[in-house]
């Protein structure tokens, strides 16, 4: 590994040249002599500090940090949680570098505990010493031989290229063992723990100029600093691949806090915000096994989904079929082949078989490397799954693969220690091998993700000029998105019924209807309370619709009025923004109305994306509306791409650039012939610490 900044500043830490374990025990039952187990190999010196001395695994104990016979890279803290401020302060004092906290009981205890770990955040920010944790079981580095880990099993875990960094303790040592099992090597795995100090994003530096990492994996419980893991997460997927898991589908909120002292957060925010910064977002630990399993060895060139192409080449039907229904369902891209290439597998393969796209060979034969050499010439071809039962005799996966390397993932069936050292050969040569179809279905979705998250750039950040400064009602919100470049029917404003009146007249009715309803920008769901009435074309049904809206209680601002043009029908979208606590200006797009009877399929979830969103970004945005939405649903006009992405783009500068606007909500956003129309409005501004809720028409 070549030493660079990120990588030097935790050299200390994880890659120690000396190491202290303080509370270090010569009793089996205690963790202070698990530590001194699983630290037990390490090369350089290890010092064993307990106040009672006497010997521990062979090595003569310190009574304290004090007796140390000079400055330590790291101390092992095993200590209870009170004493570690005092641990740390004489740390420091002995000239140690680093520290690894491994008690709990701090931040995520309740208040005494969050008052403890401010104190030993301060002692190490005196003492200039860098933390792991508290409340973590520690790391394991194969690589450099540094196994500072609560498990001394994990001394046994082979070195190799992949580096993961999770919240927890325990899930970075299942990671460990999972990759181990799928017969991958650990490059440096670190639970994080309550990370007061060093935290994803220090960890992703350290990873980027890591020349031994690969390819990275994440977990992730909650996230504190949203701006921070984003930026390091863009930083390190632009090099080298990250993978990561996303724990909170479900409502464990309470659970992750006592655990890790974090909050889970937004499931959906946090997923879509790794996604955005690079990272592939996956649904399990074993899902993220299989990513790294392609993506250590296996990138592709960053492109769109929609134009990276992946061909499946299997010696069984069955098999085949499995990973061409995965990867369908994952929205990967099987293309069918060209004339020119299906015409050249007929020679190669017999009649019977499926060419097209999965390719079946029939048991596979000698013309197998032909085949797949073929394949993966084809121009619309990026990727290429392999799947074929270990015959002996009849294919060699090396031979077969040839020439191919760097854009084929391999899967097979047989013999454990036969599949063993079919794995070792290809790794060899760069090919990651699978032992099942799904696996390797999940590998090659992961390729095209992780080139669909480097295709599309995204605007800087930018800091926030402007104040809005009030609360703006429905017709002051529209003319600020008007002022935008964005649509809406034409509207009177009016103070009293006689101004209403007028308003229907020179709107055009009774050839043209129109929609009244109460602004108020303190009346948030106007439906609810009788404040919208639909298709008025008289002057006798406007005095219907203000009779029910004078029904409503006026409040200190008297009663005023919104007279609409009605617009034409068309399919519903949803567009909004708001500014999320830990991830900043948020921009959403989401269906509404009848469109949310797709719900459940490709598309039908809402989209969220960080701002501010770059002309790229808002269409990709666009481009994630299912297809029926894109093309018109039941008969509506199809979407304008260019005319919504500016939409999402006005969203995202009325968000970004005002510092006091918390939320927008355009909703309803209705499609029609002549571009999207934005029907309703609510924009919520901080006034005097608090929010204060612009006008939303429901």
């Given at each position: 590994?070549?030493?660079?900044?990120?990588?030097?500043?935790?050299?200390?830490?994880?890659?120690?040249?000396?190491?202290?374990?303080?509370?270090?025990?010569?009793?089996?039952?205690?963790?202070?002599?698990?530590?001194?187990?699983?630290?037990?190999?390490?090369?350089?010196?290890?010092?064993?500090?307990?106040?009672?001395?006497?010997?521990?695994?062979?090595?003569?104990?310190?009574?304290?940090?004090?007796?140390?016979?000079?400055?330590?890279?790291?101390?092992?803290?095993?200590?209870?949680?009170?004493?570690?401020?005092?641990?740390?302060?004489?740390?420091?004092?002995?000239?140690?570098?680093?520290?690894?906290?491994?008690?709990?009981?701090?931040?995520?205890?309740?208040?005494?505990?969050?008052?403890?770990?401010?104190?030993?955040?301060?002692?190490?920010?005196?003492?200039?010493?860098?933390?792991?944790?508290?409340?973590?079981?520690?790391?394991?580095?194969?690589?450099?031989?540094?196994?500072?880990?609560?498990?001394?099993?994990?001394?046994?875990?082979?070195?190799?290229?992949?580096?993961?960094?999770?919240?927890?303790?325990?899930?970075?040592?299942?990671?460990?063992?999972?990759?181990?099992?799928?017969?991958?090597?650990?490059?440096?795995?670190?639970?994080?723990?309550?990370?007061?100090?060093?935290?994803?994003?220090?960890?992703?530096?350290?990873?980027?100029?890591?020349?031994?990492?690969?390819?990275?994996?994440?977990?992730?419980?909650?996230?504190?600093?949203?701006?921070?893991?984003?930026?390091?997460?863009?930083?390190?997927?632009?090099?080298?691949?990250?993978?990561?898991?996303?724990?909170?589908?479900?409502?464990?909120?309470?659970?992750?806090?006592?655990?890790?002292?974090?909050?889970?957060?937004?499931?959906?925010?946090t997923r879509a915000a790794l996604a955005q910064a690079g990272a592939v977002v996956v649904d399990s630990l074993d899902e993220l096994v299989a990513a790294l399993t392609a993506l250590r060895s296996v990138r592709l060139p960053a492109a769109p989904r929609s134009a990276t192409g992946v061909a499946v080449l299997t010696g069984q039907a069955g098999p085949g079929l499995v990973v061409a229904d995965a990867l369908g369902a994952r929205g990967v891209r099987v293309p069918e082949l060209a004339p020119a290439t299906l015409d050249r597998l007929g020679d190669l393969l017999?009649?019977?078989?499926?060419?097209?796209?999965?390719?079946?060979?029939?048991?596979?034969?000698?013309?197998?490397?032909?085949?797949?050499?073929?394949?993966?010439?084809?121009?619309?071809?990026?990727?290429?799954?392999?799947?074929?039962?270990?015959?002996?005799?009849?294919?060699?996966?090396?031979?077969?693969?040839?020439?191919?390397?760097?854009?084929?993932?391999?899967?097979?069936?047989?013999?454990?220690?036969v599949i063993e050292r079919h794995r070792e050969r290809l790794a060899q040569i760069g090919v990651p091998l699978y032992s099942g179809p799904g696996d390797l279905a999940i590998g090659l979705a992961a390729l095209v993700s992780d080139a669909a998250a480097r295709a599309v750039p995204d605007a800087p950040p930018v800091a926030a000029t402007r104040t809005l400064g009030r609360v703006l009602d429905e017709d002051e919100a529209k003319s600020l998105f008007e002022a935008n470049g964005l649509r809406t029917m034409r509207r009177r404003a009016a103070a009293d019924r006689?101004?209403?009146?007028?308003?229907?007249?020179?709107?055009?009715?009774?050839?043209?209807?129109?929609?009244?309803?109460?602004?108020?920008?303190?009346?948030?769901?106007?439906?609810?309370?009788?404040?919208?009435?639909?298709?008025?074309?008289?002057?006798?049904?406007?005095?219907?619709?203000?009779?029910?809206?004078?029904?409503?209680?006026?409040?200190?601002?008297?009663?005023?009025?919104?007279?609409?043009?009605?617009?034409?029908?068309?399919?519903?979208?949803?567009?909004?923004?708001?500014?999320?606590?830990?991830?900043?200006?948020?921009?959403?797009?989401?269906?509404?109305?009848?469109?949310?009877?797709?719900?459940?399929?490709?598309?039908?979830?809402?989209?969220?994306?960080?701002?501010?969103?770059?002309?790229?970004?808002?269409?990709?945005?666009?481009?994630?509306?299912?297809?029926?939405?894109?093309?018109?649903?039941?008969?509506?006009?199809?979407?304008?791409?260019?005319?919504?992405?500016?939409?999402?783009?006005?969203?995202?500068?009325?968000?970004?650039?005002?510092?006091?606007?918390?939320?927008?909500?355009?909703?309803?956003?209705?499609?029609?012939?002549?571009?999207?129309?934005?029907?309703?409005?609510?924009?919520?501004?901080?006034?005097?610490?608090?929010?204060?809720?612009?006008?939303?028409?429901?």
């Amino acid at each position: 590994m070549t030493a660079t900044r990120a990588g030097a500043a935790l050299d200390a830490l994880l890659r120690p040249r000396s190491i202290a374990v303080v509370g270090a025990s010569a009793s089996p039952d205690k963790a202070g002599h698990a530590m001194m187990q699983a630290l037990d190999g390490f090369a350089g010196e290890l010092y064993p500090v307990n106040p009672r001395g006497g010997s521990i695994l062979g090595r003569t104990a310190l009574p304290g940090l004090g007796e140390l016979p000079g400055p330590v890279d790291l101390a092992v803290l095993v200590v209870p949680p009170h004493a570690v401020p005092r641990a740390i302060e004489e740390a420091a004092a002995a000239g140690v570098r680093a520290a690894v906290v491994c008690a709990g009981g701090f931040a995520e205890s309740g208040p005494d505990g969050r008052e403890l770990q401010e104190q030993t955040v301060e002692a190490a920010r005196r003492g200039g010493v860098r933390l792991l944790g508290p409340n973590t079981s520690g790391f394991m580095n194969p690589v450099d031989g540094v196994f500072a880990n609560f498990m001394p099993a994990a001394a046994a875990l082979q070195p190799g290229t992949v580096g993961v960094v999770a919240q927890s303790g325990g899930i970075n040592l299942a990671i460990a063992f999972l990759l181990e099992r799928a017969g991958i090597g650990l490059r440096l795995g670190v639970g994080l723990g309550n990370a007061v100090d060093v935290g994803f994003a220090s960890m992703l530096d350290f990873y980027a100029d890591d020349d031994a990492t690969t390819a990275v994996g994440l977990h992730v419980e909650g996230v504190a600093d949203g701006a921070a893991l984003v930026a390091a997460l863009r930083r390190v997927t632009a090099r080298k691949p990250v993978v990561a898991f996303k724990v909170g589908r479900s409502d464990v909120g309470d659970f992750a806090k006592s655990h890790t002292g974090a909050l889970t957060g937004s499931y959906a925010l946090t997923r879509a915000a790794l996604a955005q910064a690079g990272a592939v977002v996956v649904d399990s630990l074993d899902e993220l096994v299989a990513a790294l399993t392609a993506l250590r060895s296996v990138r592709l060139p960053a492109a769109p989904r929609s134009a990276t192409g992946v061909a499946v080449l299997t010696g069984q039907a069955g098999p085949g079929l499995v990973v061409a229904d995965a990867l369908g369902a994952r929205g990967v891209r099987v293309p069918e082949l060209a004339p020119a290439t299906l015409d050249r597998l007929g020679d190669l393969l017999p009649p019977l078989t499926y060419q097209r796209n999965p390719v079946d060979t029939g048991r596979p034969s000698d013309t197998f490397p032909d085949v797949l050499r073929l394949v993966a010439a084809e121009p619309g071809i990026d990727a290429v799954g392999v799947y074929a039962l270990d015959e002996p005799g009849v294919l060699d996966p090396v031979r077969a693969v040839e020439g191919a390397a760097g854009r084929v993932l391999y899967a097979t069936g047989g013999p454990a220690d036969v599949i063993e050292r079919h794995r070792e050969r290809l790794a060899q040569i760069g090919v990651p091998l699978y032992s099942g179809p799904g696996d390797l279905a999940i590998g090659l979705a992961a390729l095209v993700s992780d080139a669909a998250a480097r295709a599309v750039p995204d605007a800087p950040p930018v800091a926030a000029t402007r104040t809005l400064g009030r609360v703006l009602d429905e017709d002051e919100a529209k003319s600020l998105f008007e002022a935008n470049g964005l649509r809406t029917m034409r509207r009177r404003a009016a103070a009293d019924r006689a101004g209403a009146h007028e308003a229907l007249d020179a709107l055009g009715a009774p050839e043209s209807p129109v929609v009244v309803k109460v602004l108020d920008a303190a009346v948030l769901h106007k439906s609810d309370v009788g404040g919208v009435h639909v298709g008025v074309r008289s002057h006798a049904e406007l005095d219907a619709a203000l009779d029910a809206i004078d029904a409503i209680d006026p409040g200190p601002a008297g009663r005023r009025y919104l007279v609409e043009e009605q617009a034409p029908g068309g399919t519903e979208l949803i567009v909004g923004g708001v500014r999320d606590a830990v991830f900043g200006p948020v921009v959403l797009l989401g269906l509404g109305g009848v469109g949310v009877e797709l719900a459940g399929g490709p598309g039908s979830e809402p989209v969220l994306r960080l701002a501010p969103l770059s002309p790229e970004r808002a269409a990709e945005m666009v481009d994630t509306l299912p297809a029926a939405v894109l093309d018109g649903f039941r008969g509506s006009p199809p979407v304008d791409r260019t005319a919504l992405a500016a939409t999402l783009l006005a969203v995202s500068d009325v968000l970004t650039q005002h510092h006091d606007v918390t939320e927008i909500d355009l909703n309803p956003v209705r499609v029609t012939a002549r571009g999207p129309v934005v029907l309703d409005a609510v924009v919520v501004v901080r006034t005097e610490g608090k929010e204060d809720h612009g006008q939303h028409q429901s």
